[in-house]
């Protein structure tokens, strides 16, 4: 369960089938880096969302294998919302974002993973063959707003909104609208600029924000690479569990 800008509520249908493979993705991804000694290079599985960025391969995948844990499954209590898990949930929709761009740059077909590498084998079975990127985005849209789209206009023409169109900006709006279901805002964008401050002016800023005292205090969890790999097996298997 996650307390969304909706509600408390855990994913369902296609806006859960839409995450969960973006963290599917997204772990297999990371587990490269650390399956190749290279835990402290991951830059080509950077973001954009620093705090997210700023963490190694291994407290990445234990913060996804967090997220995964509440948002796509019932739990007695909502996860306490802090910076990292919200950038963690941006991240989610910035690899959303970045495979639609991929799959408009190279065509139609939808790629194994975000890395172009192989990850390392496991036991869990994989996902069957996946739905475009941008059927699963239009799906999960269509789920959420409940409503029928009308052609929206582009520069010199009108475009519908399907699988087939190949206009991003179109795809960013949709994605960016589904991130907004879950996100109430942007705080977790604000951390760096409260790292050195006073903490009267830090305490001061934070009031008239309405954040939370401890929002910025978040540490992430530190596994080892034997520990990783099992919360990555733990993620695969709420990702890769039947749709509810």
Not at 177 to 189: K, N
Not at 210 to 235: Q, R, W
Request: proline share 6%; glycine share 4%.
């Amino acid at each position: 369960m996650w307390h969304t800008s909706r509600g408390d509520r855990t994913l369902v249908g296609d806006e859960a089938a839409l995450v969960g493979r973006a963290i599917d993705e997204m772990v297999s991804a990371l587990l490269v880096r650390i399956h190749d000694d290279f835990e402290e290079e991951a830059s080509d599985c950077a973001t954009g969302i620093v705090i997210y960025d700023s963490c190694t391969p291994s407290q990445r995948i234990a913060q996804l294998h967090q997220v995964a844990s509440f948002l796509l499954c019932e739990t007695p209590e909502p996860l306490p919302l802090n910076a990292l898990t919200d950038a963690t949930v941006a991240a989610l929709f910035v690899e959303v974002r970045d495979q639609v761009a991929i799959e408009i740059r190279l065509g139609k077909q939808p790629l194994n993973d975000s890395s172009g590498c192989r990850s390392e084998p496991t036991k869990h079975p994989a996902p069957p063959p996946k739905k475009t990127w941008r059927a699963m985005v239009l799906s999960a849209h269509l789920s959420c707003f409940d409503r029928r789209y009308d052609l929206l206009e582009s520069d010199d023409d009108l475009a519908v909104p399907d699988e087939n169109c190949e206009l991003l900006s179109v795809w960013e709006m949709l994605i960016n609208e589904l991130s907004e279901l879950i996100l109430w805002d942007r705080d977790f964008e604000l951390a760096e600029s409260f790292l050195d401050l006073d903490p009267g002016v830090s305490k001061h800023r934070r009031r008239l924000l309405g954040i939370d005292d401890h929002y910025f205090c978040a540490v992430p969890s530190d596994p080892n690479t034997d520990h990783a790999f099992d919360l990555a097996e733990k993620a695969y298997r709420i990702t890769r569990a039947k749709p509810r």
